[in-house]
């Protein structure tokens, strides 16, 4: 699977959108891009994942280049409750089936 | 829907006893559930795929004896920490699949202190 590479950590005023970057430059055609956050002493939580299209949920939306080697999460109003380490993998896809690799991710702070 | 469970939240053992963590998936069947370990101030650090009614696939450098994992239904997975010592102390989380939206759900995590 792909590496991916993510700044350390970022802050976001409450109420604004959170843009976290994440490259991928060695993507293959058949990886899927994965978004999950991890609440301090909490599991993973799932955010959104795609191929190559933008795609949006109640969560998140989530923009892919058109190259597909970075991709940025949008939170389009962030609360003080979406603090938290945010994780971007790369997988090819048969996400139920396949395991994720967690690197450091971008620690959050949404500050008020 | 999606929601994954896991039994105890905490737990706290005297070195040499073994420890069993319960994993569940609520509400959809997971024919392939994760198991992984986070230490302080680091990532998850994936330890063991487990597949219903077959052997686990442990990670190079996890030992099989000393973790145990059974799968015994769709909707349940157990690690067993055998023999734990300090060293093991650690936060175990763990994952189920879900075929339906082709996702990974995870735990809330089972935090492990061996005294």
């Known amino acids: 699977d792909a590496k991916t590479t993510q700044p350390p950590s970022m802050d976001c005023a409450e109420g604004r959108a959170a843009n976290l970057p994440c490259n991928h430059s060695?993507?293959?055609?058949?990886?899927?891009v994965y978004w999950y956050r991890q609440i301090h002493s909490q599991g993973p939580q799932y955010i959104i994942h795609?191929?190559?299209n933008n795609e949006t949920n109640e969560m998140a939306s989530l923009i892919i280049t058109e190259d597909r080697k970075s991709s940025t999460l949008i939170l389009p109003h962030a609360t003080l409750r979406d603090t938290a380490v945010y994780y971007c993998i790369v997988r090819v896809g048969a996400g139920s089936a396949r395991q994720l690799t967690f690197g450091s991710g971008t620690q959050l702070t949404v500050l008020p | 829907g999606a929601v994954v469970s896991q039994h105890p939240s905490r737990v706290i053992c005297k070195s040499g006893t073994s420890v069993k963590i319960e994993c569940r998936s609520l509400?959809?069947?997971?024919?392939?559930m994760f198991w992984y370990r986070q230490f302080p101030k680091q990532s998850l650090m994936l330890m063991a795929t487990s597949n219903e009614g077959s052997k686990a696939t442990y990670e190079q450098g996890v030992e099989k004896d000393k973790f145990l994992i059974n799968h015994a239904s769709l909707t349940l997975s157990t690690l067993t920490v055998t023999s734990a010592h300090p060293e093991d102390s650690s936060f175990y989380i763990c994952?189920?699949?879900?075929?339906?939206?082709?996702?990974?759900?995870f735990g809330p995590g089972t935090r492990l202190t061996v005294l």
């Open positions: 509400d959809f069947q997971a024919t392939t």
């Open positions: 795609g191929l190559k």
């Open positions: 994952s189920a699949g879900s075929l339906a939206t082709d996702t990974q759900y």
């Open positions: 060695t993507i293959s055609g058949n990886e899927y």
